[in-house]
């Protein structure tokens, strides 16, 4: 079992909807990132946190320490969403899940 | 562009080739690391370097080699590699290892035949 677990693997939305992409992990952090991935392959950091919440546009993520459970909300999406999202887990090093893959449709 | 520099973006090799890799930064970052993604696989760490030492080997075969000549600057050798070594090979750099937000590379996708 992976120490961090994302779902759902793939997620198809229409352009407008609400998202959210979960991520558990079972190790002790000392905080969370969210990275985004596009087609392409380079990788760009959207959210580091280790508590509470935090915003950023349409992007919202938020953290429960206890529950070691974080969430990734995107608000009116739009097909430039449309991008793989990874949960990464830093303690010394990164640990990462798996990935989201998330396609808008126009 | 994030802030770190990777080359070549695309690579295609033969076994027997001799290639290297080479991962570049300017944003006073001290850490830097060394990622393979491969197909539906979720990212993993091969080394680190930290302040110009590394600190990390993920048992990575020899026939990856890592060089850092200074912070700014890391490269990965290559040589004698398999068709099960073609992958993204991601680059990223951070403050300080495990530490701060990481900044990652555009990635070289690496094709061995």
């Known amino acids: 079992k992976n120490e961090v677990e994302q779902s759902p693997q793939n997620l198809t939305a229409q352009e407008g909807e609400f998202i959210t992409i979960n991520c558990s992990y079972s190790v002790g952090i000392s905080a969370l990132h969210w990275l985004q991935q596009h087609p392409g392959g380079g990788i760009v950091s959207l959210f580091m946190l280790s508590s509470g919440k935090k915003k950023h546009g349409r992007l919202i993520a938020t953290i429960n320490i206890q529950e070691k459970h974080s969430s990734l909300h995107i608000t009116a999406s739009h097909p430039r969403d449309s991008a793989v999202y990874i949960c990464?887990?830093?303690?010394?090093?990164?640990?990462f899940g798996a990935g989201t893959r998330l396609t808008v449709k126009p | 562009e994030t802030g770190v520099t990777q080359t070549p973006r695309h690579l295609v090799m033969g076994m027997t080739n001799k290639k290297s890799l080479k991962c570049e930064q300017h944003?006073?970052?001290?850490?830097m690391y060394w990622y393979k993604q491969s197909a539906k696989k979720p990212l993993e760490l091969m080394f680190v370097?930290?302040?110009?030492?590394?600190?990390e080997n993920n048992s990575v075969p020899s026939r990856f080699s890592p060089e850092c000549p200074n912070s700014s600057h890391l490269f990965l050798h290559l040589h004698t590699l398999q068709p099960e070594d073609s992958a993204l090979y991601l680059c990223?750099?951070?403050?300080?290892?495990?530490?701060?937000?990481?900044?990652f590379g555009s990635g070289t996708r690496l094709t061995v035949v």
């Open positions: 990464a887990a830093l303690n010394n090093d990164m640990r």
């Open positions: 990223a750099s951070s403050q300080e290892q495990g530490q701060g937000g990481y900044t």
């Open positions: 370097y930290n302040f110009k030492e590394q600190t």
């Open positions: 944003l006073g970052h001290n850490a």
